[in-house]
C-alpha cells in the first residue's frame, strides 16, 4: 500500500531496540483505521485507506521534529456492511473491529505507552472508535484521543447538497484522490447518487439527527456513489489537503502535549 508517512515517523520501520528508547509518557502513537470497500465505479477499495494515510502523512511532516509521534500500521479492514452486495467490499464484524482495536491497545499498553490517537477516515467506523476510545482509557488506563477525517475543515466551495450528502466517492474522496495518485481515478465512469436533498426538511434522515433511518448503499447508488464527483479537481483537493494536514497536525500536538485534568 502506497504510504505518505515520514519513514522517521513510521512506528513499525523501528526495531525494537528504538522502540524501547521512546520516551513512554510522551510518546504518541496514532492508529490509523479505515476501510476497502467500493468507492463506484471510479474510485479504488483502497479509497479510504489511502486518504488516512496521506492525511496523516501530511499533518506529521507539520510536527515539531522533537515531537515524539509516531504512525502505527493502519487497520485497513472496517465495519463497512453497509457497502456489501458490491464487489470487492471487505468488511468486518462491530464486535471484530472492536476486538483487534482492544488487543492493539493491549499491546501498546504493555510495552509501557501511556497516549494513543485512533484516526479513523471510514464513516461505517466513526461509532465504534468513540466506544473503544472510552473503553481502552477504562481499562488500560491510556491516555486514549479520537480524530476523525479531516478534522473539521469546511472545504470551502463545496455546495451545500454536497457538504451534507456527499458521503462517499464524491466531491472531496475524488478531489483528494486526484491531488494524489491521479491514475487510480477513473475520470470517465463518474455517476451521481444522494441518499436525501438538503433543500427538503424531512423529519427522518440518515445521519446527524434527532430522528434517522438505517440505510444500505445499494437502497438508493446502483453505481455505489453517494455524492457527485464531478466537480472534482486536483487543485481543490490540494487546496483541502493543506487546510485538512494543518488542522490534524494542530490536533495531534495538541494531544501530545495532553495532560488529564488533576482532581479537585
Avoid at 470551502?156 to 483528494?176: C, I, N
Amino acid at each position: 500500500m502506497k504510504t505518505w508517512i515520514p519513514d522517521q515517523r513510521s512506528f513499525a520501520y523501528l526495531s525494537w531496540k528504538q522502540v524501547d528508547a521512546l520516551p513512554r509518557d510522551s510518546t504518541l502513537l496514532v492508529l490509523p483505521t479505515a476501510a476497502i470497500e467500493q468507492h463506484g465505479h471510479h474510485l479504488p477499495l483502497a479509497t479510504d485507506t489511502l486518504i488516512n494515510n496521506l492525511l496523516l502523512g501530511r499533518a506529521i511532516e507539520k510536527l515539531p521534529a522533537d515531537l515524539p509521534v509516531y504512525a502505527l500500521p493502519p487497520v485497513h479492514y472496517g465495519k463497512s456492511n453497509e457497502h456489501l452486495g458490491f464487489p470487492g467490499t471487505l468488511s468486518v464484524s462491530a464486535s471484530t473491529f472492536m476486538a483487534v482495536l482492544r488487543d492493539l491497545g493491549a499491546s501498546v499498553a504493555r510495552s509501557g505507552f501511556r497516549k494513543l490517537v485512533l484516526y479513523n477516515t471510514h464513516g461505517g467506523n466513526t461509532s465504534l472508535i468513540d466506544v473503544m476510545a472510552r473503553d481502552l482509557r477504562a481499562e488500560f488506563n491510556l491516555r486514549t484521543f479520537a480524530l476523525h477525517g479531516s478534522g473539521g475543515i469546511s472545504f470551502d466551495g463545496l455546495s451545500a447538497q454536497e457538504r451534507a450528502y456527499g458521503f462517499h466517492a464524491g466531491e472531496v474522496e475524488t478531489s483528494f484522490l486526484l491531488a494524489a495518485v491521479p491514475e487510480l481515478v477513473d475520470r470517465s465512469s463518474y455517476s451521481v447518487n444522494y441518499i436525501a436533498d438538503v433543500s427538503k426538511a424531512e423529519l427522518l434522515l440518515p445521519e446527524n439527527a434527532p430522528a434517522t433511518f438505517a440505510w444500505l448503499t445499494r437502497d438508493m447508488a446502483p453505481s455505489g456513489v453517494l455524492g457527485d464527483p464531478r466537480p472534482a479537481t486536483a487543485e481543490k483537493g490540494e487546496r483541502w489537503l493543506e487546510q485538512a494536514a494543518t488542522r490534524l497536525a494542530a490536533a495531534l500536538e495538541a494531544m501530545a502535549n495532553y495532560s488529564h485534568p488533576q482532581k479537585a
